[in-house]
């Protein structure tokens, strides 16, 4: 049972270290080598791991949404939100607000564009996407039922609306910094949720 542990705390000091790595370098210096010696480790002995480069990159994207998502769920656990203040509590989770939130952002931005030429990485994305839609649906329900929103509502189709504009703050907020400052983000959140009303 040591052993087992020990092998992952391993993989996650390499995602670790490839948040640090694309972050300071770029997804193109994120190599197999770098991150051994970044690690300290031999050369090739990464592959212990993670065979490859797209499973190093699958596995930070993974960390991320489920960052996001538990940041959230202790949030609304705490706060007991529902409704619209549970989706305005979700998407500051997601927003680039901070140094966590912004690295985060860069490691779905370097995904993407592997998952876009990869197959089984796009498939894990859009699982992991679906799962995203069906709480922001819940979410967009939970409003209508409280009246929170305006009438006829097509929830799918806010769902949809929602994660785009999750994923676009995540990468125009790296892109275009100045958006992502924290009063910016704030008041960005807050036009997304008053749309609905």
Excluded at 65 to 93: I, K, N, S
Excluded at 107 to 116: G, R, S
Aim: hydrophobic share 50%.
């Amino acid at each position: 049972m040591p052993r087992r542990v020990d092998h992952e705390a391993r993989r996650h000091e390499i995602v670790q270290a490839t948040w640090r790595l694309i972050a300071e370098r770029g997804i193109e210096a994120t190599t197999m080598r770098e991150l051994a010696r970044q690690l300290g480790l031999a050369n090739g002995s990464v592959t212990h791991y993670f065979p490859d480069k797209s499973a190093i990159l699958t596995a930070a994207f993974a960390h991320v949404f489920a960052a996001t998502t538990a940041r959230f769920e202790q949030g609304r656990a705490r706060t007991g939100d529902t409704g619209l203040a549970a989706l305005r509590a979700f998407l500051l989770e997601a927003a680039p607000i901070d140094e966590e939130r912004s690295l985060e952002a860069r490691i779905v931005i370097a995904f993407l564009e592997y998952a876009a030429a990869d197959p089984a990485l796009a498939e894990m994305f859009r699982g992991l996407m679906r799962e995203w839609q069906a709480a922001f649906a819940e979410m967009v329900a939970e409003a209508q039922a409280q009246g929170e929103v305006r009438d006829g509502l097509d929830v799918q189709a806010v769902s949809d609306a929602i994660l785009h504009a999750v994923n676009g703050m995540q990468a125009i907020g790296i892109l275009l910094p100045e958006t992502a400052r924290e009063a910016r983000m704030l008041a960005t959140v807050d036009a997304l949720v008053d749309m609905l009303r």
